[in-house]
């Protein structure tokens, strides 16, 4: 089957920096993104990587390893909005996106 | 820029009973999407459709249909609601598919409660 993990829940501090993991077990891969979900809104997309290596975008970061089947996300300089569910999805072979549950960060003052 | 809206954002049924959600792009995005979200899972593809006239199933599509007669409104419809079937719908389209990235733009979301 295929599967996607990711920490149900993490804290982090205001200011601090705080990496997210993604592992995937998935038939095939052609991409991963990082998508946005703060309580009761929509996704919102963040990162798209192809290719293993890091692509940064400001204060966020994602980072793919294609034969570990890992990708984290980083977020820098936290904060307090920045509190929000964070989506793991992979496309797989048929170009489909197999989703993870999502990591709800909780940001403290 | 009104991006994706969906309709109605708030609905209580009845088992039973049938309903219409309404999705609407004004991206002219030739792919669409409906999604289901229930907590502890990931997003679930219920049908999408690449293009004007076509629908495809996804990953649980049983006790939903849809349609997609204009380009821009992708409709999705539960003709006997279950209890099951509570949950957040997320309509979602995206320019391009299968080897371009296809980053997916997400309406608001409609909560659905069947009773």
């Known amino acids: 089957g295929q599967n996607i993990d990711q920490p149900t829940e993490m804290t982090a501090t205001e200011g601090a920096i705080v990496q997210i993991n993604c592992t995937y077990q998935?038939?095939?891969?052609?991409?991963l993104f990082w998508y946005q979900q703060h309580a009761g809104e929509a996704p919102t997309f963040l990162s798209y990587?192809?290719l293993d290596g890091l692509e940064e975008k400001g204060r966020f970061s994602s980072f793919l390893s294609r034969s570990k089947g890992y990708s984290y996300l980083l977020l820098k300089e936290l904060q307090m909005k920045d509190s929000a569910s964070y989506l793991c999805?992979?496309?797989?072979?048929?170009?489909?996106?197999?989703w993870g549950a999502g990591t709800k960060l909780i940001i403290k003052p | 820029n009104a991006g994706v809206t969906q309709t109605p954002k708030f609905r209580v049924l009845k088992t039973g009973q049938s309903m219409t959600l309404l999705c609407a792009q004004d991206?002219?995005?030739?792919?669409m999407y409906w999604y289901r979200q229930d907590p502890g899972m990931g997003l679930r593809l219920i049908h999408y459709?690449?293009?004007?006239?076509?629908?495809a199933k996804g990953e649980v599509p049983d006790g939903y249909n849809v349609s997609r007669l204009k380009k821009q409104n992708f409709l999705l419809g539960l003709e006997s609601a279950a209890p099951s079937q509570t949950s957040v719908y997320f309509c979602?389209?995206?320019?391009?598919?299968?080897?371009?990235?296809?980053?997916?733009?997400f309406g608001e979301g409609s909560r659905l409660t069947v009773l």
């Open positions: 979602a389209s995206s320019y391009s598919a299968g080897q371009a990235t296809g980053e997916l733009f």
């Open positions: 991206m002219n995005h030739e792919y």
């Open positions: 459709s690449v293009g004007e006239g076509t629908t």
């Open positions: 998935t038939s095939g891969f052609n991409g």
């Open positions: 990587n192809v």
């Open positions: 999805a992979v496309k797989d072979s048929n170009y489909q996106l197999i």
